[in-house]
């Protein structure tokens, strides 16, 4: 698996049904509430791995912070009132504060080897090539985002790689649709120019 591959987006079908299970799940139902962890842990992983794709162990991580999702969510989900925001804003901010810890983690902890991506390098160059400059790419890529002001780099994650739409990207970050089409916009325009310059700034 590469580290740019990631799960499909739930789409808008999946989004009404994220949000038809939590009064069951809020109730205690253990099927609504293990369909709705299903869903979550989807979203959560999709997202973890938007945001850790260049660190080591990216997958492993990824798994472990969207079980840490599903468990900040199921712990919350007595508690949980819509207040104007989808369910789907309460599952991101839980998430993205799980993968500020992953990150923190990684700044302060002990650096481990991606023992997948050294395989690599125990097969002829001819058969991987094409993979190798894809991750290179990859790894310039998520270098260009993290360079990214915070909103404009939540807005990208969220549309593009958590494939959320305009409306539910707005919902999860306090913003409307329109303002999140033009953070976007600016975005993906700073991103096209650094890319040409080949600088992260």
């Known amino acids: 698996m590469s580290l740019v591959q990631l799960e499909a987006p739930i789409g808008a079908a999946g989004v009404q049904e994220l949000r038809a299970l939590v009064p069951a799940a809020?109730?205690?139902?253990?099927?609504?509430s293990s369909e709705l962890l299903v869903q979550v842990h989807r979203i959560a992983h999709r997202y973890a791995r938007a945001?850790?794709?260049?660190?080591?162990s990216a997958i492993e991580v990824s798994d472990d912070v969207a079980q840490e999702v599903c468990l900040g969510v199921l712990r919350a989900l007595p508690r949980y009132e819509e207040r104007g925001l989808p369910f789907e804003a309460f599952v991101y901010r839980i998430a993205a504060r799980k993968v500020a810890d992953a990150q923190r983690a990684?700044?302060?902890g002990p650096v481990t080897v991606d023992h997948a991506a050294s395989d690599l390098f125990d097969e002829p160059?001819?058969?991987h090539e094409h993979d190798v400059v894809a991750r290179d790419e990859a790894s310039r890529a998520w270098v260009l985002m993290e360079s990214?002001?915070?909103r404009q780099r939540e807005v990208l994650v969220l549309r593009v790689a958590v494939g959320m739409s305009a409306q539910e990207t707005a919902d999860a970050l306090g913003m409307t649709a329109v303002s999140v089409r033009v953070t976007q916009m600016r975005a993906l325009r700073e991103l096209r120019r650094?890319?040409?310059?080949?600088?992260?700034?």
């Open 148 to 150: 990214l002001p915070p």
């Open 125 to 127: 160059v001819d058969s």
């Open 26 to 32: 809020r109730q205690g139902e253990e099927r609504a």
């Open 106 to 108: 990684f700044a302060h």
């Open 194 to 201: 650094r890319w040409a310059e080949g600088s992260p700034r």
């Open 51 to 56: 945001r850790l794709g260049t660190y080591p």
